[in-house]
C-alpha cells in the first residue's frame, strides 16, 4: 500500500464534496480517524476512495443534465404532434370497449 498524502488527499475530497453538493465539507480529524460533517468516522484511504466516487458521479451528473436538455428539446415538438393526433377521432375509452366486446360479447364496460 502507497503512502497517502493527507493534506492531498482532504484537498482533493473538499473539491469533489464542493462540486457535488455546493458547500465545503467539515472534515474533523481524530488519531487517524477522518468524520466529515458529524458522520461515520473512517480513514485516510476511504476518505480517497470516496473522493473519487464524488468526482466521478459529479461528471455523470453533468452528462446526464445534458443529455436531458437535448432530449428535452426534442421532446417538446412531439408532444405537439400527440395533442393534434387526439383530435383525430382515437378515444382510449372507445379502444378499451371495442377490445373488451371482441374478447367477451355481451360483457358490460367498466365504470
Do not use: C, H
Amino acid at each position: 500500500m502507497a503512502n497517502l498524502d493527507k493534506d492531498a488527499v482532504i484537498a482533493a475530497f473538499t473539491e469533489a464534496y464542493k462540486k457535488a453538493n455546493g458547500k465545503a465539507p467539515t472534515i474533523e480529524s481524530k488519531s487517524g480517524w477522518y468524520s466529515v460533517d458529524g458522520g461515520k468516522n473512517m480513514r485516510l484511504a476511504q476518505l480517497q476512495e470516496m473522493a473519487e466516487s464524488l468526482a466521478s458521479n459529479s461528471s455523470e451528473k453533468t452528462e446526464a443534465k445534458k443529455e436531458k436538455s437535448e432530449t428535452k428539446a426534442k421532446a417538446k415538438p412531439a408532444k405537439k404532434k400527440a395533442r393534434a393526433s387526439n383530435k383525430s377521432g382515437f378515444s382510449v375509452k372507445d379502444f378499451w370497449a371495442e377490445k373488451l366486446n371482441a374478447e367477451a360479447p355481451g360483457a358490460t364496460l367498466p365504470r
